[in-house]
């Protein structure tokens, strides 16, 4: 009976601990920009205070990022970051090209005893994606030349 209590124990500060882990990503949605070909390589990691369920756009807005979405879909397609790509490649009149476009890719938060380490498409448009702190979201240039590669 003790070895039983004892196990217990263990496996409930064992668990305990691995929640105290995720706490700190409790207030902020973490933020993953690959810009990939377009920007030699650079990638920005950022963690967005939120305190509630809170629209992607805004999270990326609350980043200082500049977005441009296309002209028939405004910003609920990401067309352009930070002006990349430039206006030569990419017009931004409806969507992007399907071999070159802005991936937004989406990562939730890890629920103890059940986590989830994997990175999915968005469902939904970005300006009605909602996320949750804890909650990860990543926009990831995808070509030419580039490949989509998950955080």
Do not use: H
Request: hydrophobic share 40%; glycine share 10%; aromatic share 8%.
């Amino acid at each position: 009976m003790k070895r039983v209590l004892a196990s217990l124990a263990i496996a409930f500060l064992a668990f305990v601990g691995l929640q105290g882990i995720n706490k700190s990503n409790d207030s902020c949605i973490n933020l993953y920009v690959d810009y990939g070909p377009l920007d030699g390589g650079t990638k920005l990691t950022k963690c967005i205070d939120v305190t509630t369920k809170t629209v992607a756009l805004d999270v990326l807005k609350k980043a200082n990022l500049e977005l441009e979405g296309t002209k028939k879909y405004g910003l609920a397609v990401v067309c352009r970051v930070n002006g990349l790509p430039d206006k030569k490649a990419e017009s931004c009149e409806i969507m992007p090209p399907e071999k070159a476009y802005w991936a937004v890719i989406i990562k939730e938060k890890q629920v103890i005893p059940f986590p989830r380490k994997e990175w999915g498409w968005g469902q939904l448009a970005i300006d009605q994606q909602y996320l949750n702190p804890g909650d990860s979201i990543g926009l990831v240039w995808t070509g030419p030349k580039g490949e989509l590669r998950f955080p």
